[in-house]
């Protein structure tokens, strides 16, 4: 299994950002993704799930009504659209499946 995220960077409050998680070595669209989130000094959240075929979407309460999960099975990408960024949000980023994990990327939101 492989991960690896993109998209992350520098915003200002009320930006946007849109990640990306191109994933390998598995049966991409029967298993959900995930995002999660990891702030300096904090533990790693769940941001975000993804199902699989039906593509049931779920959130954590900070992040409802701002950022949004998708996925592509013909890509085999997973999406996380961030809109209206708040301080709060900086982070690295983790793409999960199955409890394997990319890289991360590393998204500030600061003016």
């Known amino acids: 299994v492989q991960l690896v995220e993109s998209g992350g960077g520098l915003v200002q409050p009320g930006g946007s950002l849109r990640l990306s998680c191109a994933a390998s070595g598995f049966t991409f669209s029967s298993y959900a993704m995930s995002w999660y989130r990891q702030a300096p000094g904090k533990e790693r959240e769940l941001v975000a799930i993804?199902?699989?075929?039906?593509?049931?979407?779920n959130y954590a309460d900070s992040v409802k009504g701002r950022f949004t999960i998708s996925r592509d099975n013909a890509k085999n990408t997973v999406y996380l659209q961030m809109n209206d960024l708040k301080p709060e949000d900086t982070a690295v980023y983790y793409c999960n499946n199955r409890g394997y994990w990319g890289q991360g990327t590393q998204v500030t939101v600061s003016s």
């Open positions: 993804i199902g699989g075929i039906i593509g049931r979407t």
